[in-house]
């Protein structure tokens, strides 16, 4: 039989393929020798060993010619062998032995006790994405366990995803099988089912690994798999290979992207811990732009081996202008030849899948964010989410994307900008525009919803129906929203983005203004900040005087939250402005009360009671009796203030009342918190407590951490002021561990009245 591996051992695998370099075994030169004709005319390297000799003979004799040829041998494998079979010798190279064992070791170890008892047919199935090392990790585990399986090592490269010709039919594997072995061809029958049935009697006593690399499906590896038990067999594939988990009772193993201390490890390696420690930002550019992909770390490292007085900035140079340019991102990641150019093994996946499945890979390139649910991938599509939810399946069998967390899809970074390049081949830029428009359209419609549903006296923001096909996903309650927008948020911080960048400005200030409540409430101030900064910069453009208020209001709250009062006013103050201009009267109501809170957090109250006032004025106008509560409890608070306690009591009543009728939990929450406040200021701290723990009760119904503080600050205070220092302190303690996982500035005031307790 002759052959040839891609991957024999991490740093050889790809120390060969940049050589175009191959090992072939044959019982006789003459069939070697066609083999390495054929390979050294297609510009590669080939070694022959011959298998009528033993082990060492071979390896030794692989050795010489390799430090000839290459002046160093980082590994090497023979897939032939008549007695035990040849696999891979270690050298005295410590960082190929770390190359090859990165992230590995533990499954390496983990698989032997995986594995079934003795009396069943072990299967072990490597699945991963293109470029990852299943074939290197499949050789050098085979190597490590080698001593377990005294009869020898069978190794074929099923060529399930070749760069040329179809998959290997299995009954050629047999046949190659048959050959290693030493059958004389005399010996082996013409019907295929009866050379499948002489392997498996070969089989039959002894202790064989075999391992089947670069499997197509299930279907290819059913005839190779040995009769009785004694042997294993290890399957690599592209594809998950769950047939054989569900039917043969196969382990999986997926391999997934290096870490970076991993990443970091290989490239010293390969180009010494020295030269990484000139430059450790540049490393680390390096590294991300290579996305933690084994492959692609290899082939820039081998650039980087060739040029050793280029500093490592200029090679993550070349990959950053690549990355701007179209369709050339994954120019610099090509090794010389197929089996080491990215774009050539990514396509050898892509190229298995169906129709739908390819064109819902390239949209997906259109994505914003980290990752996407089912229903933003329907609206890219254009299709229901029954439809897409199968072709998510066969991208994730696939390794085409990943499933960080159940529902949710990714992929790396060079597989989107692969499947971007596709997208502008095969997908013209009218049908490209409508899908983005599809995708942003969904996380649009579906904030504008959730943030309803989060509060429901908010008055919507969409004014416009969405583009055809587009899927919003329908929220049914509080927390389906609350939990939707944890799951979405930095996917909806991207689409803001993208819509800005790619000129979808009513969208970016609309989504942007769906996502203020969530964003403020839950203490994302910085997010909010960019988002709305983001937002001005489209409705400017649009010429849009209402989206630019929304935007401006949207500032002064992010403003005000990280203390810069000063700014927030003056956000607060045009936004005021932009809504006189537009005759939007319940704008300009929520902007004086707000206006009054930015005061009132700087202490002014006398100051922001006219300005709730006059906010007050127009809900009662308006007939907006949410507004016209959050009036009141804000003037009884400025007057609680101002010494008006008895005054500010009836405000805050009637506030309560009305946000207990609108069934309103959070500004109810917030009107039981003034009432607490006032009674406190009345002396009556028992009646102060009962408040607080009002409001404490209805914020963490609706998990709102941040409001929690304020309440369990204040609540400590009552207890406090009533001589119950074990209490106060509970509460100040409880609020201080959530403002410092906030990492909230608040957390000081906390400290001190902790301080003052001990």
């Not at 692989?62 to 494998?77: H, I, K, Q």
């Not at 009884?636 to 805050?652: K, S």
Request: proline content about 4%.
């Amino acid at each position: 039989m002759t052959g040839g591996t891609q991957g024999m051992g991490l740093a050889f695998a790809r120390r060969a393929a940049a050589e175009g370099a191959r090992v072939v075994g044959a019982r006789d030169r003459s069939r070697g020798d066609q083999a390495i004709t054929e390979i050294r005319n297609a510009g590669g390297s080939a070694f022959f060993v011959p298998t009528d000799v033993t082990v060492e003979e071979e390896m030794a004799r692989l050795v010489d010619t390799a430090v000839s040829e290459f002046g160093r041998l980082d590994g090497a494998y023979s897939n032939a062998g008549g007695g035990p079979m040849a696999s891979v010798r270690e050298t005295d190279s410590d960082s190929w032995h770390r190359s090859l064992a990165l992230n590995l070791t533990s499954v390496f170890y983990g698989l032997k006790h995986q594995l079934p008892e003795p009396g069943t047919l072990p299967i072990a199935v490597v699945s991963g994405t293109a470029g990852v090392g299943k074939t290197a990790f499949a050789v050098h585990w085979a190597h490590r366990v080698a001593g377990e399986f005294p009869d020898g090592q069978l190794y074929v490269d099923l060529r399930g995803f070749a760069d040329h010709g179809c998959p290997l039919d299995p009954a050629a594997a047999i046949r190659g099988f048959l050959d290693a072995f030493g059958v004389p061809a005399q010996r082996i029958p013409v019907e295929p089912t009866a050379q499948a049935a002489l392997y498996r009697s070969m089989l039959a006593g002894r202790r064989v690994l075999v391992v089947l690399d670069n499997a197509r499906d299930a279907a290819q590896v059913r005839p190779l798999l040995p009769a009785a038990p004694g042997c294993l067999v290890l399957a690599t594939s592209r594809t998950e290979l769950t047939p054989l988990v569900v039917s043969e009772g196969g382990h999986p193993l997926t391999l997934d992207l290096l870490s970076t201390q991993e990443s970091r490890e290989l490239l010293a390696g390969r180009l010494g811990a020295d030269r990484l420690a000139t430059d450790p930002g540049a490393v680390d550019d390096l590294i991300a732009r290579c996305a933690r992909l084994p492959l692609a770390l290899a082939v820039v490292a081998a650039r980087a081996v060739t040029r050793p007085d280029f500093p490592l900035a200029t090679l993550t140079a070349e990959l950053r202008r690549a990355a701007e340019e179209p369709n050339a991102a994954l120019d610099p990641f090509d090794g010389g030849d197929l089996a080491t150019d990215i774009r050539a093994i990514f396509s050898w996946s892509y190229r298995t899948l169906t129709t739908e499945a390819a064109r819902l890979l390239r949209l997906l390139s259109l994505h914003a964010g980290p990752d996407i649910a089912a229903p933003a991938a329907a609206s890219l599509a254009g299709r229901s989410v029954a439809f897409v939810k199968p072709l998510l399946a066969e991208l994730a069998r696939a390794h085409l994307l990943g499933e960080p967390a159940p529902g949710r899809y990714a992929c790396h970074d060079l597989l989107d900008r692969y499947a971007a390049e596709l997208a502008h081949t095969h997908d013209d830029a009218d049908d490209r525009r409508r899908a983005r428009h599809r995708m942003l359209d969904h996380y649009l419609h579906t904030a504008d919803g959730a943030a309803r549903l989060l509060d429901p006296h908010r008055d919507p923001i969409t004014d416009s129906a969405h583009e055809p096909g587009t899927v919003p996903t329908v929220l049914t309650g509080y927390v389906e929203a609350l939990a939707w927008f944890h799951a979405e948020r930095p996917v909806l911080l991207a689409a803001v983005a993208l819509a800005t960048r790619t000129g979808s400005d009513r969208r970016a200030w609309q989504l942007a203004w769906t996502l203020l409540d969530f964003l403020d409430a839950h203490a994302y101030w910085h997010d909010l900040a960019a988002v709305q900064d983001l937002a001005m910069t489209a409705a400017r453009r649009l010429g849009d005087r209402r989206g630019e208020a929304h935007a401006h209001w949207g500032l002064a709250r992010a403003r005000a939250k990280l203390g810069d009062h000063e700014d927030a006013h003056r956000h607060f103050q045009r936004a005021l402005e932009l809504f006189e201009q537009t005759g939007d009267r319940t704008g300009q109501a929520h902007t004086r009360l707000n206006l009054a809170w930015v005061l009132d957090r700087q202490g002014r109250y006398a100051e922001a009671l006219p300005q709730a006032r006059e906010a007050l004025a127009l809900y009662q106008a308006l007939g907006h009796v949410a507004g016209q509560a959050d009036g009141l409890n804000a003037i009884g608070w400025y007057l609680t203030h101002l010494g008006e306690h008895r005054q500010a009591l009836g405000h805050c009543r009637r506030a309560l009342d009305l946000h207990q009728r609108t069934g309103d939990r959070r500004r109810a929450a917030q009107a039981w918190d003034s009432l607490g406040h006032v009674h406190g200021n009345l002396g009556d701290h028992e009646r102060a407590t009962e408040c607080y723990r009002n409001a404490l009760a209805l914020t963490r119904q609706l998990s709102i951490r941040y409001d929690e503080t304020i309440v369990l600050t204040h609540l400590g205070s009552a207890r406090s002021a009533a001589g119950d220092l074990k209490e106060a302190r509970a509460a100040w303690r409880h609020a201080l561990a959530i403002l410092e996982q906030l990492n909230h500035p608040d957390a000081e005031a906390v400290r001190v009245q902790l301080a003052r307790l001990s």
